[in-house]
Nanobody, 117 residues
Framework: QVQLVESGGGLVQAGGSLRLSCAAS????????MGWYRRASGKQRELVAD?????????ADSVKGRFTVSRANAGIKKMLFLQMDSLKPEDTAVYYC?????????WGQGIQVTVSS
């Protein structure tokens, strides 16, 4: 089993910043890509940003220049971060952390981010 736990969401005014964190733990033999996805109310889930193992980060066009994704190791936990700056009301969504572990995707529970205008 692999556990992904997100933190750092909340309510912020437009133009503000939030930093999301995701801690991956459990039976991780080979960790490949990690990424952030989001689902806004009434819309489909979409990729926000991801980092393949040893590859180039990808960003949705709507967040380029405002969001920064990064990875780090913290002891036995694998961490994924999303620094979100210049937030807009349209960034309001539930954000999910996802990880490709041994060629199987695991998902976090999701965390709410609300940007007020």
């Amino acid at each position: 089993q692999v556990q992904l736990v997100e933190s750092g969401g909340g309510l912020v005014q437009a133009g503000g910043s939030l930093r999301l964190s995701c801690a991956a733990s459990g039976a991780i033999f080979r960790l490949n890509a990690m990424g952030w996805y989001r689902r806004a109310s009434g819309k489909q889930r979409e990729l926000v940003a991801d980092i393949p193992a040893g590859g180039t980060t990808r960003y949705a066009d709507s967040v380029k220049g405002r969001f920064t994704v990064s990875r780090a190791n913290a002891g036995i936990k694998k961490m994924l971060f999303l620094q979100m700056d210049s937030l807009k009301p349209e960034d309001t969504a539930v954000y999910y952390c996802a990880a490709d572990v041994d060629s199987r995707w695991w998902w976090g529970q999701g965390i709410q981010v609300t940007v007020s205008s």
